[in-house]
């Protein structure tokens, strides 16, 4: 039966060739602790085999009365502090540099942790200012399509007002143009009509002068009358 594949693992992020001053000092600690505890380990050796030298002098000084078999205990007794003195020394080293590496990492962790807040900030703000700049055109767009339909309607307004105003002064200007047309027709008409006013009021006016002229010959005798008795009636 075959074997489920596992799950691909996740590509790890490329770090930097450029080492950063914290990561170079703190790798500079390691190395001093690391160095400082193999001779550390040199030491601890050579206070063994000095120990042993010791011990076997002094098994060979107790067995002679030789003063050289005694001079060799005590050199190498003498040897063994020596040695003691220097793995004292080394492991007060040694301690010093593992303070100083915790002290270096420390420094390094908190640097390390600012740095990543320092970026974490950045990065929220490139997409802060990527979403306001979004939010910004479609704000925009938004205001300008308001815009747009406003101001339409604004200009239908004004054109609806003018187209008004026009039709009011075209109808004034259509009934001012028919009554100048009227009152010239009737100013040309007026002669004509006068005309056959007259042509018809003439043999009226005739007849009426006829009649009149009758009348005042009847009348005539009757005012000769009168006038002669008028005339007998002073003579008498």
Known sequence: MAKPTKKAAATPRKKSSLKSPVSAAVQKADNALASLNKSLAAERKNVVAARNSVGAAKAKAANTVKAIDKRAAKTAANAVEKV??????????VKGASARLKEVAAHAKHKAAKEAARERLLAKKAVLEAKAEV??????????????????RADARKVSALEKKLEATLKKAARNAAAKVKAAAKKKAAPKKKAAAKKKAAPKKKAAAKKKAVAKKKAAPKKKATSKEKAAAKEK
Not at 85 to 91: Q, V
Not at 135 to 152: F, H, I, M, N, Q
């Open 84 to 93: 003691r003195a220097r793995a004292g020394s080394l492991r007060a080293r």
């Open 135 to 152: 939010e910004k055109a479609k704000a925009l767009a938004a205001y300008a399509t308001r815009w747009v339909k406003s101001r339409a």
